[in-house]
């Protein structure tokens, strides 16, 4: 039998029974089965990747970082300063999410709001 009439029996072409029978030849029936590969390695070691996770929860150092909360682009430098490593900022995000954080956005703070006044006002302010 001719490898076209084989192909047109199977329901393919005559191309894809051919690297079909290259793989049976080579490796045996396991040679059929999909060879999926896991994709590219990880960029960031364990050891990388625990540092960054008490990088974010102790939060950035206002002196030193030049913010008062975390954004992908931030961390994105930092990522790049300390590892060597340049991610894209969307994939800082699913960095985080990987590592268990999901998006929170703070109300912002002012350094030198008081808090007994926040208090006086929540007190005298009708509930509904």
């Keep these: 039998m001719s490898r076209t009439n084989a192909a047109q029996i199977g329901g393919m072409?005559?191309?894809t029974l051919r690297d079909w029978v290259h793989r049976f030849?080579?490796?045996g029936p396991d040679g059929l089965y999909d060879n999926w590969?896991?994709?590219p390695p990880e960029?960031?070691?364990a050891a990388q990747k625990a540092?960054?996770?008490e990088l974010v929860e102790a939060g950035p150092d206002r002196t030193k970082d030049g913010v008062v909360r975390w954004r992908r682009r931030d961390l994105q430098r930092v990522i790049e300063e300390r590892f060597g490593v340049r991610y894209?900022?969307?994939h800082v995000s699913r960095l985080l999410h990987q590592l268990g954080y999901g998006h929170i956005?703070?109300?912002p703070q002012h350094p030198k709001q008081d808090t007994k006044v926040l208090e006086a006002f929540k007190k005298t302010s009708p509930t509904p």
């Design 51 to 53: 540092e960054l996770v």
């Design 105 to 107: 956005s703070a109300r």
């Design 13 to 15: 072409d005559r191309q």
């Design 25 to 27: 030849n080579a490796s």
């Design 88 to 90: 894209h900022e969307r």
């Design 43 to 45: 960029r960031l070691s």
């Design 37 to 39: 590969c896991s994709g």
